[in-house]
């Protein structure tokens, strides 16, 4: 063999390494679709899977809404943990992903950024109904279900209408809690969740009792290349360790 054949041959087992290391890397990826309300837990609990592990988690987040039309249009992602169970369960029936299962149950607030706030109004009736308070944010009801929540509780109180010049909708509730955080907004109704989190805890909410517990649904989306691996991920969800941060952030 010449020198020149077992050059070719060396240069073409190297590039063969670098496919094979490359495929196995993706392989020990998993990409998650999540809502906004539970981007903060799920980047803790990813950081303790990963140690356990060493599957990479890499995420995408938006609305459930949009999240759920991107896995309709063949988005490359692996799972989807939504804000509600609806769209999860839409996503079963037309045989997009495996069947899925309810991982946890969020709660709606009123949250603001001045600690003050939650001093002045007792209830968050009271509050969002002061004329001092200029606007208010929301998710969109129609993509966001903590904004389809707490849409219902305001009609439930009948102040729906009566809000209508003062709202400001965001595209999914981190947006919401962002328009407060920033003075965007005076207030806005947010996720419990995303009031357990540094920038939350810096501020103060008031329960929205009257907004329904919403209902959270993960599933597998049917074409990932890791199947085993989005299993593992779903089921440490379940883990002690897991529990103990969705307690953290307000979670039932």
Request: charged residues 20%; proline residues 5%; aromatic residues 10%.
């Amino acid at each position: 063999m010449t020198y020149r054949q077992k050059n070719f041959l060396c240069i073409c087992s190297l590039v063969l390494l670098a496919v094979f290391s490359s495929h196995k890397a993706t392989a020990k990826s998993l990409t998650v679709a999540v809502a906004a309300n539970f981007s903060p837990a799920l980047e803790k609990i990813s950081k303790l899977f990963i140690r356990k592990t060493s599957i990479v988690i890499n995420t995408t987040v938006s609305s459930s809404g949009r999240l759920y039309a991107q896995i309709r249009n063949r988005a490359p992602f692996d799972l989807f943990f939504s804000a509600d169970r609806k769209r999860p369960d839409m996503l079963f029936r037309d045989g997009y992903c495996e069947k899925p299962v309810e991982y946890v149950k969020g709660r709606v607030v009123l949250w603001c950024r001045n600690p003050r706030f939650c001093e002045k109004h007792r209830t968050w009736q009271t509050a969002v109904l002061a004329p001092g308070l200029k606007k208010i944010g929301m998710a969109n009801p129609e993509l966001a279900p903590y904004g389809a929540s707490t849409k219902e509780a305001l009609v439930q109180e009948k102040i729906w209408h009566a809000l209508q010049s003062r709202l400001v909708f965001g595209t999914n509730v981190g947006q919401s809690f962002q328009y407060a955080a920033t003075g965007v907004t005076g207030a806005s109704f947010i996720a419990l969740s995303l009031a357990g989190t540094a920038p939350g805890k810096s501020g103060c909410f008031l329960p929205v009792p009257e907004a329904k517990p919403v209902s959270q649904g993960a599933c597998i989306i049917g074409k990932t290349e890791n199947m085993d691996g989005a299993r593992q991920f779903l089921q440490f969800m379940r883990s002690e360790e897991a529990q103990v941060i969705l307690q953290q952030y307000g979670y039932q």
